[in-house]
């Protein structure tokens, strides 16, 4: 229910734009099974008494950006780990509506994120929208991990199953760091050919890797 204290401070503290607030809460709501009326007769009085406490609000900021933070990292907990990526492949599956919604709302939450949370104080019409964008995105991220969890690779053909269980064993040798450079080389080089046309490794995934296998080249 953290997340809907959240949503109330704000609703509370931004008078001038309530009916966007009131939208992303009903959308909360929904999500949470419960009227946006009942939430807001369940916020504390403590915060219900302070329309305009700035207090209220820079603590509904800092919880925001730490909620952004924590679903960031839940997300580079992939991005990073291309073995544990291959397990639920689905998370970068674009053609999938829950992937494409999650990347698109982590999109919008990254650029409406102030380059100093101070500066939403003087700006509440910015901090609503970012609320929002927060909001989105963390929602998001925990359907499509959830989908992607629960089909793991059944979207595949037995074959192209084992295609990624060879990529998977393959990728484990490129980040190993026991491993030579050319053994780390060549094992990305065959991962490429055995995850080509299945999944598309992100961009930060695959820099990681020639990251590693460069830096052990030049030593």
């Given at each position: 229910?953290?997340?809907?204290?959240?949503?109330?401070?704000?609703?509370?503290?931004?008078?001038?734009?309530?009916?966007?607030?009131?939208?992303?809460?009903?959308?909360?709501?929904?999500?949470r099974g419960a009227p946006p009326e009942q939430l807001v007769e369940s916020?504390?009085?403590?915060?219900?008494?302070?329309?305009?406490?700035?207090?209220?609000?820079?603590?509904?900021?800092?919880?925001?950006?730490?909620e952004h933070a924590q679903t960031n990292s839940r997300w580079l907990d992939?991005?990073?780990?291309?073995?544990?990526?291959?397990?639920?492949?689905?998370?970068?599956?674009?053609?999938?509506?829950?992937?494409?919604?999650?990347?698109?709302?982590?999109?919008?939450?990254?650029?409406?994120?102030?380059?100093?949370?101070?500066?939403?104080?003087?700006?509440?019409?910015?901090?609503?929208?970012?609320?929002?964008?927060?909001?989105?995105?963390?929602?998001?991220?925990?359907?499509?991990?959830?989908?992607?969890?629960?089909?793991?690779?059944?979207?595949?053909?037995?074959?192209?199953?084992?295609?990624?269980?060879?990529?998977?064993?393959?990728?484990?040798?490129?980040?190993?760091?026991?491993?030579?450079?050319?053994?780390?080389?060549?094992?990305?080089?065959?991962?490429?050919?055995?995850?080509?046309?299945?999944?598309?490794?992100?961009?930060?995934?695959?820099?990681?890797?020639?990251?590693?296998?460069?830096?052990?080249?030049?030593?």
């Amino acid at each position: 229910m953290g997340l809907v204290i959240r949503l109330i401070e704000l609703l509370i503290v931004v008078v001038p734009i309530v009916g966007g607030l009131i939208a992303a809460l009903r959308a909360y709501g929904r999500r949470r099974g419960a009227p946006p009326e009942q939430l807001v007769e369940s916020a504390p009085d403590d915060v219900r008494g302070t329309p305009n406490s700035a207090a209220v609000l820079w603590q509904t900021i800092t919880r925001v950006v730490d909620e952004h933070a924590q679903t960031n990292s839940r997300w580079l907990d992939y991005e990073l780990d291309p073995v544990r990526l291959l397990d639920f492949p689905l998370m970068t599956d674009m053609r999938e509506p829950l992937t494409m919604r999650f990347h698109q709302a982590k999109r919008r939450a990254d650029l409406l994120r102030p380059v100093r949370a101070e500066d939403l104080l003087d700006d509440r019409e910015s901090a609503a929208q970012y609320l929002a964008a927060v909001e989105e995105y963390s929602t998001a991220f925990d359907a499509a991990e959830t989908e992607a969890i629960r089909r793991r690779r059944s979207d595949f053909s037995s074959d192209e199953q084992q295609r990624l269980g060879r990529g998977q064993s393959l990728l484990r040798v490129a980040f190993d760091d026991a491993a030579t450079p050319d053994e780390r080389q060549r094992a990305y080089e065959l991962a490429h050919r055995e995850l080509d046309g299945l999944i598309v490794l992100p961009k930060a995934t695959r820099a990681a890797i020639e990251r590693g296998i460069a830096g052990e080249l030049e030593k």
